[in-house]
């Protein structure tokens, strides 16, 4: 599976929220299981991005 262009587009603009506050991007996994991305963005910040686009952190 591969992710949706929903949440493709989602994860560039959390990306590019969060290299615009200088946080390292740790993690980008697609989750076959469930279907979502989920990204690891410094040490504690866990989003996870739904097939639609919505995200939830």
């Not at 949440?7 to 469930?34: E, G, H, K």
């Amino acid at each position: 599976m591969i992710p949706t262009t929903a949440q493709t587009w989602r994860c560039f603009v959390l990306s590019s929220w969060a290299t615009r506050m200088y946080l390292p991007i740790n993690l980008v996994r697609f989750d076959s299981r469930t279907s979502n991305v989920f990204m690891l963005i410094g040490e504690e910040i866990e989003i996870e991005i739904d097939p639609n686009g919505d995200w939830t952190e």
